[in-house]
C-alpha cells in the first residue's frame, strides 16, 4: 500500500473578494482586510470561508515498500491550477491512500472549491463504485472509510470538542511541531514573496502528520514496535540525505527532544 500524507497552505482569494465586495481596483492587501472584516461582522469569526480561499502550497510525504520521499508539487512560479492538477494526477496514477491531520474538514473541501474552479478533474478521487466496485465500500469521501484517513478525525472519536490541534499532539509524541511559521503568518509571508518559505513549513507539517500517523498505526496494531523504529529511522536518514535546511533543523529539534524524552525519569501509576 502506498501512502500519501498531504497538507496545504491557503491565503485568501483577493481576485473573488474583489467580486464579491465590488472592490475593482483595490490592492491585495486592503481587500484582505476587508474580506476579513466583512467575515467578522456577519459570522463573529476572522477565519474566511472555505471557497474564498486560494491554495499556494500542496506538500506530500509518501510511503511506499521500502521508500519514503517528502517535498511540495511543483515549483515556487507554479499557479494554484497546476498544484491541484498535480495532486489529483497522483491520486488517479497510483491511488494511494491519503492521510491528513484535519483534512476532512479543510484541505480536502478547499480542494474540492478550487478544483472546480479550475474545471480540473479527478475521476479516481470521486468514484464512488461507479467504475471502480471496490470503491463502493472504500472510497476517499465517505467519513468513516480509510481510503482517506483523517489522523484528527479518528483520534477525536468524530467529536467536535475532541479534537486537537497537530501542533499539541506532534509536541506531546516528542516531534517537533510547528517550526518555521504558523498558519496565520501564510498570508504575510505570502505577500512579501515568500513562497519557498510557505512551502518549507508546509513539508514540516506533513513530517508532522506522518510521524503522528506512524505512532497511531503502532496504537492500532498495524506495525508493532520494531516496524515504527524502522519507519523513523528511515525518515531521519530521508532528512538528513536532502541537504534541505529546514528540514535538517527539523531532524535535529527531533532528536534534541528524543533526548529529553527517553532522560524523564519513569513514574510508577
Not at 511543483?74 to 488517479?92: C, H, K, M, P, V
Not at 474538514?105 to 478550487?114: A, E
Request: with cysteine; glycine share 8%; proline share 4%.
Amino acid at each position: 500500500m502506498t501512502t500519501m500524507v498531504f497538507d496545504i497552505e491557503t491565503v485568501p482569494d483577493v481576485e473573488l473578494g474583489r467580486k464579491l465586495l465590488g472592490l475593482e481596483g483595490v490592492n491585495d492587501t486592503d481587500t484582505a482586510k476587508a474580506m476579513v472584516f466583512n467575515h467578522l461582522q456577519s459570522s463573529g469569526s476572522e477565519f474566511l470561508p472555505l471557497y474564498q480561499q486560494q491554495i499556494v502550497a500542496i506538500s506530500i510525504a509518501w510511503q511506499s515498500p521500502g521508500e519514503f520521499k517528502v517535498w511540495s508539487l511543483g515549483d515556487e512560479n507554479s499557479t494554484e491550477a497546476e498544484l491541484i492538477q498535480r495532486f489529483y494526477d497522483g491520486i488517479e496514477r497510483y491511488t494511494p491512500e491519503l492521510v491528513s491531520w484535519n483534512g476532512g474538514g479543510f484541505d480536502l473541501p478547499v480542494l474540492h472549491y478550487r478544483a472546480l474552479r479550475h474545471k480540473i478533474q479527478a475521476a479516481t478521487y470521486w468514484d464512488h463504485g461507479e467504475n471502480n466496485r471496490d470503491f463502493k465500500w472504500n472510497n476517499y469521501l465517505s467519513r468513516y472509510h480509510w481510503r482517506h484517513l483523517d489522523v484528527m478525525d479518528v483520534l477525536s472519536g468524530f467529536q467536535p470538542r475532541a479534537r486537537a490541534g497537530l501542533d499539541v499532539i506532534a509536541t506531546m509524541l516528542g516531534y517537533p511541531g510547528k517550526m518555521g511559521m504558523a498558519g496565520d503568518q501564510v498570508w504575510p509571508e505570502y505577500e512579501k514573496g515568500n513562497i519557498a518559505g510557505i512551502r518549507n513549513y508546509c513539508e514540516t507539517d506533513v513530517l508532522n502528520t506522518y510521524l503522528v500517523y506512524l505512532r497511531f498505526q503502532f496504537m492500532r496494531g498495524t506495525i508493532d514496535a520494531v516496524q515504527l523504529a524502522e519507519e523513523e529511522a528511515r525518515v531521519q536518514s530521508v532528512l538528513v540525505d536532502s541537504g534541505e535546511p529546514h528540514l535538517q533543523a527539523f531532524l535535529d529539534t527531533w532528536k534534541a527532544l528524543s533526548l529529553i524524552h527517553i532522560s524523564e525519569p519513569t513514574r510508577p501509576y
